[in-house]
């Protein structure tokens, strides 16, 4: 299957402070990127989807401002968590679709990002 | 009401048991289905990958959708404890708008 990598996999930050987290696709070409919030023993949340060069379209109750989306090419998104906060400790994982043969909803995804704010 | 729903578990399994996982769903537009396993601290992986009704076999998993029920499920025979892992099911429309998860079934294998 396709392969979908994330970075960084692990990150501790002081409250207060921004954190980015990468999405890459690494053998084809991600035409839209999804990004998923995970508590532990809970399914994912979808939070925004991303088309590339387009803005991100954000799931009811997730701040925009907080978290920042981009996906300017069509290898690349990235989330900021802005002025993170203890409760946005979580396990973060993107996902992506796109050309090169994929079928509706076959979704590859990177290795998740876990957060915890201090 | 979810629109996917998914019983959570646990469920525990001897080692060699025939293991079914099994969604209901609620919207009758869902056109592809999909498992996807996800082990502890990583990301989902996908499975299987089936469109509309009828059965899809691969390797000692086996996938079948009953759309006229909406009813999905997901088999694995000989399980080993190799596949205690969280499985996750999915669909989406025609339209392939958005994904819709379950919220997973944690199912762990004895040795």
């Known amino acids: 299957g396709a392969v979908v990598s994330q970075h960084p996999s692990r990150v501790i930050c002081k409250s207060g402070t921004s954190v980015k987290i990468e999405c890459r696709s690494l053998d084809f070409q991600a035409t839209t990127m999804f990004w998923y919030r995970q508590f532990p023993k809970q399914s994912l949340m979808l939070m925004a989807t991303s088309n590339e060069g387009s803005k991100a379209t954000y799931e009811q109750g997730v701040e925009k401002d907080k978290f920042l989306i981009n996906h300017a090419s069509l290898t690349l998104s990235t989330l900021t968590v802005t002025s993170a906060h203890p409760e946005d400790s979580s396990f973060y994982i993107c996902?992506?679709?796109?050309?090169?043969?994929?079928?509706?909803?076959?979704?590859?995804f990177g290795e998740g990002s876990r957060l915890t704010v201090l | 009401q979810k629109e996917v729903e998914q019983d959570p578990g646990p469920l525990s399994v001897p080692e060699g048991a025939i293991v079914s996982l099994n969604c209901t769903y609620s919207?009758?537009?869902?056109?592809?289905f999909m498992w996807y396993r996800q082990y502890s601290r990583k990301g989902p992986e996908l499975l299987m990958y089936?469109?509309?009704?009828g059965n899809k076999e691969d390797g000692r998993f086996t996938a079948q959708v009953d759309k006229s029920s909406k009813y999905i499920s997901l088999f694995i025979r000989d399980s080993q404890p190799s596949d205690s892992a969280t499985y996750l099911c999915?669909?989406?429309?025609?339209?392939?708008?958005?994904?819709?998860f379950g919220s997973g079934t944690r199912l762990s294998i004895r040795p």
């Open positions: 996902s992506a679709s796109g050309t090169g043969g994929l079928q509706p909803g076959e979704l590859f």
């Open positions: 089936t469109y509309s009704s």
């Open positions: 919207n009758s537009a869902f056109q592809y």
């Open positions: 999915a669909m989406i429309g025609s339209s392939a708008s958005k994904i819709i």
